[in-house]
């Protein structure tokens, strides 16, 4: 089994920043992917970014390239998403995910473990 905790939500204004960490705990050795999604107010769960957990580079959806950045420390096996740039339309509820399988994926239904989520309000 796999625990992964966020934090780092909270409220800011438009064109602030915030930082989300998710600490991973439990099986973590053989993780491959580490992803983020978000989920709006009535929406479906979508996909932010991806990073590789040993090494490779990050890859992130079209609406937040440029603004978001994904990171990892792997000696605190901790992935972390720098989100500058805020814009109301980021509301949602943030969660991290772990991927044990080979490859990259960008599909929620490609994630084998999921953090409970934190909420990110932008207001303008």
């Known amino acids: 089994q796999v625990q992964l905790v966020e934090s780092g939500g909270g409220s800011v204004q438009a064109g602030g920043s915030l930082r989300l960490s998710c600490a991973a705990s439990g099986r973590t050795f053989s993780k491959n992917l580490m992803g983020w999604f978000r989920q709006p107010p009535g929406k479906g769960r979508e996909f932010v970014a991806a990073?590789?957990?040993?090494?490779?580079?990050?890859y992130y959806a079209d609406s937040v390239k440029g603004r978001f950045t994904v990171s990892r420390d792997n000696a605190k096996n901790t992935v972390y998403l720098q989100m500058n740039s805020l814009e109301p339309e980021d509301t949602a509820v943030y969660s991290c995910a772990a991927r044990y399988g080979m490859g990259f994926a960008t599909d929620r239904d490609d994630y084998d473990y999921w953090g409970q989520g934190t909420q990110v309000t932008v207001s303008s």
């Open positions: 990073i590789p957990w040993s090494i490779g580079g990050a």
